[in-house]
């Protein structure tokens, strides 16, 4: 029984150090795109797709169908993009583990992580009352159902947002530092 324990610490470590890896190359991605100037225009473009999800979702079962398929993938192909660019030009901040983090990102992403944690909170209560308001019309539960999914995915880009408008650029000189010659 004591080697189990072993075992999984071991699988953990090793699944550790291959993030850790993958963090080490994708801090090559972009560096010259890694400021406030370059992050928030993406921040803009995932809060309106946020939206457009949402817009989409208030749409399903009610107007036709190509209506809703064209909010909804627009939506998500457009702040696919932009969140998936913002995890790279903010460090992965946001959902990388405490160990592949210096003291000020896991500030940061302490920071953003309980701002996150609101806004969801409060994005699901909206769900709630949408869901209770829709609740007695036809098809209210797959529209409440879509809701829910659209504010879901809204509260989870969260700290991709908060960090990509508010984190400071970083020294360019640390970053050339930071990443060797490897």
Same mark, same amino acid.
């Given at each position: 029984?004591?080697?189990?324990?072993?075992?999984?610490?071991?699988?953990?470590?090793?699944?550790? %150090?291959? @993030?850790?890896?993958?963090? #080490?190359?994708?801090?090559?991605?972009?560096?010259?795109? #890694?400021?406030?100037?370059? #992050? #928030?225009?993406?921040? *803009?473009?995932?809060?309106?797709?946020?939206?457009?999800?949402?817009? !989409?979702?208030?749409? +399903?079962? *009610?107007?036709?169908?190509?209506? +809703?398929?064209?909010?909804?993938?627009?939506?998500?192909?457009?702040? !696919?993009?932009? +969140?998936?660019? @913002?995890?790279?030009?903010?460090?992965?901040?946001?959902?990388?583990?405490?160990?592949?983090? %210096?003291?000020?990102?896991?500030?940061?992403?302490?920071?953003?992580?309980?701002?996150?944690?609101? $806004?969801?909170?409060? @994005?699901?209560?909206?769900?709630?009352?949408?869901? @209770? +308001?829709?609740?007695?019309?036809?098809?209210?539960?797959?529209? !409440?159902?879509?809701?829910?999914?659209?504010?879901?995915?809204?509260?989870?880009?969260?700290? $991709?947002?908060?960090?990509?408008?508010?984190?400071?650029? %970083?020294?360019?000189? %640390?970053?050339?530092?930071?990443?060797?010659? $490897?």
């Amino acid at each position: 029984m004591t080697e189990q324990p072993g075992r999984l610490a071991a699988y953990w470590e090793r699944q550790l %150090d291959r @993030l850790e890896e993958g963090e #080490r190359k994708r801090a090559r991605h972009l560096p010259g795109r #890694r400021t406030r100037k370059h #992050r #928030r225009p993406l921040v *803009v473009v995932l809060v309106v797709a946020d939206l457009t999800m949402i817009a !989409g979702a208030t749409r +399903f079962k *009610v107007a036709p169908e190509w209506v +809703f398929a064209a909010f909804w993938l627009s939506g998500l192909v457009a702040g !696919g993009f932009a +969140f998936l660019t @913002l995890r790279v030009l903010t460090g992965r901040m946001s959902n990388s583990f405490s160990r592949l983090l %210096d003291e000020r990102e896991r500030e940061w992403r302490h920071r953003v992580t309980y701002i996150g944690y609101q $806004a969801l909170s409060y @994005l699901m209560v909206i769900a709630l009352l949408y869901g @209770l +308001f829709i609740g007695g019309t036809e098809n209210g539960g797959l529209r !409440g159902a879509m809701m829910l999914s659209a504010l879901l995915v809204t509260g989870t880009t969260i700290p $991709a947002v908060v960090l990509g408008w508010s984190l400071p650029d %970083d020294d360019p000189e %640390d970053f050339e530092e930071g990443m060797g010659n $490897a």
